[in-house]
């Protein structure tokens, strides 16, 4: 990440390994918070407790990539580590965001501003394929939410920052539920033209300045 004061315009995998650090940390403190607003299916009180120790388990797995490694990389282990770790019906969950998480930014050396926001979408969209009967008012609204106010972010920063016009150009539909329809991996057809930013990915054709639909 650049430091200095500066702002930060991309994410390598030693800062993306911090913010997963600094996020356990702060679920972590907010869990009894958290438990006490736990109504939902069942008032028991844990959702709090459950979400802190998937996260800690998805910071540990983290912190085991070697220094240097790439963003890409670092976000995958953390999946793993939740997915292996994840306590009740909430840790599952987040531990299905984490994995969209990493096949939205998977094989990403550094994540700006536009992949960063892809990322999260894919995380929405996992978290909502993982519940049977989505219920708005609960974590999946604030996945959805903060994708969305991520990817409307993205559009704003300056293009340095803002990624590829596939990595802008990506959308995420929703059902009238709230669920998403589709993500930013199944959304857009395949570039692959030579210059294009995202050769071979599914995404839309920014080497022609448009989007294209598959």
């Known amino acids: ?33 958290i438990n006490a607003i736990n109504v939902y299916p069942v008032p028991d009180g844990d959702t ?28 995958e282990a953390a999946a793993r580590g939740a997915l292996y770790g994840a306590r009740g019906n909430s840790g599952v969950i987040l531990s299905q965001a984490l994995r969209g998480f990493a096949r939205g930014v998977a094989g990403a050396a550094e994540l700006d501003a536009a992949r960063l926001a892809a990322g999260l979408l894919a995380a929405a969209e996992a978290a909502y394929a993982a519940v049977s009967r989505p219920q708005e008012g609960t974590m999946l609204t604030v996945l959805r939410e903060a994708a969305q106010a991520a990817q409307a972010a993205a559009v704003r920063m300056p293009a340095r920052a803002q990624g590829s016009r596939a990595s802008r150009c990506w959308k995420l539909p929703l059902l009238p539920r709230g669920r998403p329809r589709s993500g930013p991996s199944t959304s857009w057809s395949r570039c692959g033209k030579p210059g294009c930013p995202t050769p071979g990915e599914k995404a839309c054709a920014s080497c022609s300045g448009g989007c294209s639909r598959g």
């Open 48 to 75: 709090g407790s459950n979400m802190a120790a998937t996260l800690r388990e998805a910071a540990t797995a983290a912190r085991e990539v070697p220094g240097g490694s790439s963003a890409a990389a670092v976000a």
């Open 1 to 33: 990440m650049s430091g200095g004061g500066s702002p930060v315009l991309r994410v390598d995998g030693d800062g993306l390994r911090a913010l997963f650090e600094a996020g356990a940390a702060a679920v972590a403190a907010a869990a009894p918070a």
